[in-house]
C-alpha cells in the first residue's frame, strides 16, 4: 500500500485556506445523525470532543481517569507558542514554521506545521476568549518568554501552570456540552480493541474500570487522542498511567505506526533518587529563560561535590563551567532540549556529575536573582548595593515566575533551590512519533483519525518547547473538525451504527479472551516487574544514545521478556470489578510490543537526528550527523503479526520552503 | 551537623499502616493492620504504598487500590486521609507529593479514604468524586464556541491583579481535600475558585449571574453540607485555594439572587 500524505497544492500559505475552500460539508441537521467516538480527554480530545460538539456531532469521550480534568496534558508547564508577535520581536508565522522544522531536524512534513503555525494565533484568541487566566503585564495585555530553539519570545504562559489551565479550558468547554447532552462522557473506561466494518472504523470495545464490563460502543468515526508511548521506558515524566493501548490496538488493526525512535528526552528534571522510584518530575524548560546549566570545571571539584565534602555555592564562577554557553554561544541556555541534553550526558559521562549517582548537572538562578534584585532596587528607588536587599528582591521576581516549579522542588529533593542551584538530568518526556496520519489527520484506517501526541506529524525528530500545547489544541479546536466533517459527508443517509455485528462480538471475544488469559494465568511476578525491566533496556539500549550492537542486544531482550512475561505475569483479585493490575497488564503487554519496533526502527534509521542520536553517526566534536540523502522520509510500520515482522513503508519528505541544512545553534 | 542530619535520613523505617479496605461499593469495609520495613525517607507516600503493594502480592495478597496519575500534584486524582488530614501532614503538597521524611521509624499511620456523602467508596481508597464534574456541567464555563474568530486576545486588556486573583482561584486542581476536610462536607471552596476565576475576568462577566445560581444549585442537589467558615478547607487545599474566594461567591450570589 502506497501512502498518499494527500498535501494539497498549491503555495505553503494557500494550502490550509484552499482546503477549506473546497471540502465538502455536513449541514447542521445532519450532523446531529453522525457520531464520534473521541478516546482520551487531554488538550487534543477535550478541544475536539467540545468543538465537534458545538458543530452539532454527537460525541462520545472516553477517560481512563476518573475525570476528563486529569488528562496528564494538565501537567505542562511551561507555556504555548503562537506567532502573535506581540513583542515585536520579527515573529511571524513563517519564522514559527520555519523555527519548528529546524527544531524537528527536518524529518516533519512542511505542509502540516504550516498549517500549526497558521492557526496557532487563533487558539491564544480562543483560550482568552474562554477564561484561561495567561500571565499578564501590568498594562494588562498578555505577556510573554522564550523557550528554546527560538530567537523570539513567543510563548504564552501561566505561571508554571500553562497546561492546567488550558486544559481546564478544553474541560470547561467540553463541560458545556455535557450539560447539554452534545457529549456523553465515559469517565474511568479504557479503549481494548477498535472496531472495523467494512473496511472502515466504527467503533471500540472499552473496559468500564470500576464494574470490570466489557462494552461495545459504536460510531461513524473514531478519534485516537491517547497521547504518547513514554511510559515504555517506566521512568518518564508521564503519568503513571499514561499509555499505548489505544494507539496500539489501531496500529494491529491496520494504522500504521510512525517514527517510533523519535523520542524526547527532556534535559532540565529532578534526577533518579533511588530504585524505589516509580516516576520522574520535570522542571519546565521555562527555567532556563533565567537559570545558567553549569557543571564543576574540575574533575577534583565535582568528586568532592558528589562524597558531600563541597557545597556548589563554594566553587567561584571561574571553576564553574557553563557547557551550553561555552559550545553553544549564540543560543547558550535556550538551546533546544535534545542538544542539551545530551550536553548533560556528555558532561556526565566524562565524571563532571554532581549528585551520588554521578547524573546531574546544576540549574543555577543566583544570577538571575541579582539582575532581577538590581532592576527592582533601581525601579523601587532603593540601595543597589545592599546585597540583602538585592537578594530578596530578586528572589521575590524568580518567586512570582517560577513560584510552583520552586516549591515541587523543595517538596521532592528537601533542598531551597533559591539558595542552592537546582539538580537536574535528562529525562523521558514526549514522543514525537506516533501513529501516522496524512493531512486529514487520518491513520491509514479510513474513519479511524489520531490527533495530539498520539499522531507524528508535526514535530519531526525533536519537539520545541511549548509546541505539544500549541499542537493538541491545534489538532483539537481547528484542524480535525474541518476534516472529520469531509469523512463524514457520505454519511449522512447511514443512520446509527448497529454493536449487533459480527465484526463487534469478533473484537469483544478477543478482549475477553486477553483478559481471562491475564487472571487465570497463575504467574509469580507482578506487572511492574516486568515493565521495570523493560524499562531498564529501552533506557540502557534505546535511550539517549545509540549503537547498531545495543539496539540488537534490545530486540531479542524486549522479545524474551514478552514471552516471559505471558508465561508468569501474575494478576491477582477479579477482572468482575475494579482491578489497577489487569489495567497495568493489559498496558504493559502492549508496550512490549511497541518497544521492540520501537529499537527495531531506530536499528533501521542509519543517521543521527533529533532525538534519535546514533553514536555511530556524529561529528568529531560530539553533534549528530543527519543523512538527507538516505533517510529524508518517515518511517511508517505496517503491523504483521509480531513486531519483529514489521514492514517498513516510506513517506519522502519534500522541502519547498525550508533549505535542509546542518542544524546549527552556535 | 548538615552532615549528621543527612545521615539519620537515610536510615530505613519500619512503619505499622492501618488502611481501610472495601472491596467494592456495596461492602461495609473496615480497618486492617499491617507491617511494612525498608522505607526510605527520601520515598513519596505513594511510592511507599507501591512498595507495599509489591510486598503484599508476593505474599499472596491482593493490592490496596488507591488513585493517583500524574504524581506531580497537579492532576487532583491522588487523595487519601492520611493520620486525619486530607493528603497527610505536610502543607500545601497532594498526597504523590507528600514524602516519607514527614514520618519516623515506628509510626503507626492510618490511611483512609476522602469521606464524604457525596463521594462514595468505589474500592479501597478510591471514592467517585463525579458530582464534582457534574456542578461544572451546571455552570462551569464561558458559553463561547471554538469558532477560532473571537477577538484578538489582547483587545480586552485586564488588570494584572484581577488576572493573578483569577489564576489563582483557577489553580484548583479538584481533588476534594476540602469537602474531606470540612467537618460539614462543604464543597464551596471548590465551587467558589471555578466561580471566582470567572468573575474576576471580563470574559466570564456576563454570565456571572446564571452561573452562580446554578453552579450553588447542583452543589446542593448533589448533597454537599453548608459551609459554617471554619476554614479548615483552606488549610487543608494543596493549591492554598483563599478562603477569600467563598467570600466573593457570596457576594455574587447574594447580588445574583436579588436579580434572580
Known amino acids: 500500500m502506497a501512502l498518499d500524505s494527500k498535501i494539497p497544492n498549491g503555495p505553503i500559505s494557500d494550502k490550509w485556506t484552499d482546503y477549506k475552500d473546497h471540502i465538502n460539508l455536513v449541514n447542521p441537521a445532519n450532523k446531529r445523525n453522525l457520531d464520534v467516538i473521541i478516546v482520551g480527554t487531554g488538550l487534543a480530545g477535550g478541544s475536539a470532543a467540545a468543538t465537534l460538539a458545538e458543530l452539532g456531532y454527537n460525541v462520545k469521550a472516553f477517560c481512563f481517569q476518573d475525570s476528563p480534568r486529569r488528562a496528564h496534558s494538565i501537567a505542562a508547564q511551561g507555556g504555548i507558542n503562537a506567532a502573535k508577535n506581540y513583542q515585536g520581536d520579527g515573529d511571524s508565522v513563517f519564522r514559527l514554521f520555519y523555527d519548528t522544522v529546524k527544531g524537528g531536524d527536518y524529518r516533519s512534513r512542511e505542509a502540516n506545521v504550516h498549517r500549526l503555525a497558521e492557526v496557532s494565533t487563533n487558539i491564544i484568541d480562543q483560550c482568552v476568549a474562554q477564561g484561561v487566566p495567561f500571565a499578564r503585564e501590568y498594562g494588562g495585555l498578555l505577556d510573554n518568554r522564550s523557550f528554546g530553539g527560538t530567537l523570539v519570545s513567543r510563548t504564552f504562559y501561566a505561571k508554571g501552570q500553562t497546561g492546567q489551565q488550558l486544559l481546564l479550558g478544553a474541560y470547561s468547554a467540553m463541560n458545556r456540552q455535557i450539560g447539554r447532552g452534545k457529549i456523553t462522557m465515559h469517565s474511568r473506561h479504557e479503549m481494548l480493541d477498535l472496531v472495523i466494518v467494512d473496511g472502515k472504523a466504527r467503533g471500540i470495545i472499552a473496559r468500564n474500570l470500576v464494574t470490570g464490563e466489557i462494552e461495545r460502543h459504536s460510531a461513524h468515526a473514531v478519534v485516537i487522542a491517547s497521547g504518547g508511548y513514554g511510559n515504555v521506558f517506566f521512568l518518564s515524566t508521564n503519568a503513571m498511567g499514561s499509555n499505548a493501548t489505544a494507539a496500539w490496538k489501531i496500529h494491529k488493526k491496520g494504522a500504521f505506526f510512525a517514527n517510533p525512535c523519535y523520542t524526547q528526552i527532556h534535559p532540565t528534571c529532578i534526577p533518579v533518587s533511588g530504585d524505589h522510584q516509580a516516576k520522574l518530575t520535570l522542571m519546565s524548560e521555562s527555567l532556563r529563560n533565567d537559570g545558567r546549566i553549569w557543571v564543576p570545571a574540575k574533575l577534583e571539584d565535582a568528586k568532592a561535590i558528589r562524597e558531600g565534602k563541597l557545597k556548589p555555592t563554594q566553587i567561584v564562577e571561574a571553576d564553574r563551567d557553563y557547557y551550553l554557553e561555552r559550545r553553544y554561544p549564540a543560543f547558550g541556555n535556550l538551546v533546544p532540549r535534545d542538544v542539551a541534553s545530551r550536553a548533560s550526558k556528555e558532561r556526565c559521562d566524562a565524571g563532571f556529575g554532581v549528585n551520588k549517582t554521578g547524573e546531574a548537572v546544576y540549574l543555577d538562578f543566583a544570577a538571575a536573582i541579582q539582575r532581577y534584585g538590581k532592576e527592582q532596587a533601581h525601579i523601587k528607588g532603593l540601595d543597589g548595593n545592599d546585597a540583602e536587599v538585592i537578594v530578596k528582591l530578586g528572589t521575590d521576581v524568580v518567586a512570582n515566575k517560577y513560584g510552583n516549579l520552586f516549591q515541587m522542588y523543595e517538596k521532592i529533593v528537601d533542598e531551597n533551590p533559591y539558595a542552592t542551584p537546582m539538580m537536574i538530568y535528562p529525562a523521558v518526556h514526549y514522543t514525537m512519533g506516533g501513529t501516522w496520519v496524512d493531512y486529514n489527520l487520518q491513520t491509514t484506517i479510513p474513519g479511524c483519525f489520531s490527533i495530539g501526541e498520539s499522531n507524528f506529524s508535526d514535530h519531526g525528530a525533536n519537539r520545541l518547547g511549548a509546541s505539544a500545547l500549541m499542537q493538541g489544541l491545534a489538532d483539537g479546536y481547528f484542524v480535525l473538525p474541518y476534516t472529520i466533517g469531509d469523512y463524514l459527508s457520505p454519511d449522512i443517509k447511514m443512520g446509527p451504527i448497529s454493536t449487533d455485528s459480527p465484526e463487534f462480538a469478533a473484537a469483544e471475544k478477543g478482549v475477553k479472551e486477553q483478559i481471562e488469559k491475564f487472571m487465570n494465568n497463575n504467574g509469580t511476578q507482578s506487572v511492574d516487574h516486568f515493565h521495570r525491566r523493560l524499562g531498564k533496556i529501552m533506557w540502557d539500549k534505546v535511550g539517549m544514545a545509540r549503537n547498531a550492537k545495543g539496539l540488537n542486544e534490545a530486540i531479542t531482550e524486549i522479545a524474551a521478556l514478552r514471552e516471559e512475561f505471558y508465561k508468569d505475569v501474575r494478576v491477582p483479585g477479579t477482572d468482575k470489578g475494579f482491578n489497577q493490575e489487569l489495567e497495568k497488564a493489559t498496558r504493559v503487554a502492549d508496550f512490549l510490543e511497541l518497544g521492540e519496533l520501537f529499537a527495531k526502527d531506530a536499528l533501521h534509521r542509519n543517521e543521527s537526528c533529533g532525538g534519535h542520536f546514533r553514536e555511530e553517526y556524529q561529528s568529531a566534536d560530539g553533534e549528530a550527523q543527519r543523512d538527507d540523502e538516505n533517510f529524508a522520509y518517515v518511517a511508517a510500520w505496517e503491523y504483521k503479526g509480531k513486531p519483529s515482522d514489521a514492514v517498513l513503508h516510506k513517506e519522502d519528505l519534500i522541502f519547498d520552503n525550508v533549505k535542509l541544512v546542518t542544524r546549527s545553534y552556535k | ?260
Open chain 2, 1 to 260: 551537623m548538615t552532615f549528621d542530619l543527612k545521615t539519620f535520613k537515610f536510615k530505613k523505617m519500619k512503619l505499622t499502616l492501618k488502611i481501610w479496605r472495601q472491596k467494592n461499593a456495596q461492602d461495609k469495609g473496615a480497618m486492617v493492620d499491617y507491617q511494612i520495613d525498608g522505607i526510605e525517607p527520601d520515598m513519596s507516600f505513594l511510592e511507599m504504598l507501591d512498595v507495599f503493594n509489591q510486598d503484599l502480592m508476593g505474599k499472596g495478597g491482593e493490592p490496596v487500590a488507591f488513585d493517583h496519575d500524574c504524581r506531580e500534584g497537579i492532576c487532583g486524582m491522588c487523595s487519601l486521609y492520611i493520620n486525619g488530614e486530607a493528603h497527610g501532614p505536610d502543607r500545601k503538597v497532594t498526597t504523590c507529593q507528600l514524602h516519607m521524611r514527614m514520618f519516623n521509624d515506628g509510626d503507626t499511620i492510618t490511611i483512609e479514604p476522602f469521606r464524604a456523602g457525596a463521594f462514595p467508596v468505589v474500592k479501597d481508597l478510591v471514592v467517585d468524586r463525579s458530582a464534582f464534574d457534574r456542578i461544572q456541567h451546571a455552570g462551569g464555563f464561558i458559553s463561547v464556541n471554538t469558532s477560532g474568530n473571537t477577538i484578538d486576545a489582547n483587545t480586552i486588556p485586564v488588570n494584572k491583579q484581577d488576572a493573578d486573583d483569577a489564576f489563582d482561584a483557577a489553580t484548583c486542581i479538584g481533588c476534594g481535600a476540602c469537602v474531606a476536610t470540612c467537618k460539614n462536607s462543604s464543597a464551596m471552596l471548590f465551587v467558589a475558585a471555578k466561580v471566582s476565576q470567572y468573575a474576576l475576568l471580563p470574559q466570564g462577566r456576563i454570565e456571572a449571574t446564571d452561573r452562580v445560581l446554578n453552579m450553588v444549585h447542583q452543589m446542593d442537589a448533589e448533597g454537599f453540607g453548608n459551609c459554617t467558615n471554619t476554614g479548615a478547607c483552606e488549610v487543608e487545599c494543596p493549591k492554598g485555594i483563599s478562603l477569600e474566594n467563598i467570600a466573593r461567591m457570596n457576594r455574587e450570589y447574594m447580588s445574583a439572587s436579588m436579580k434572580g
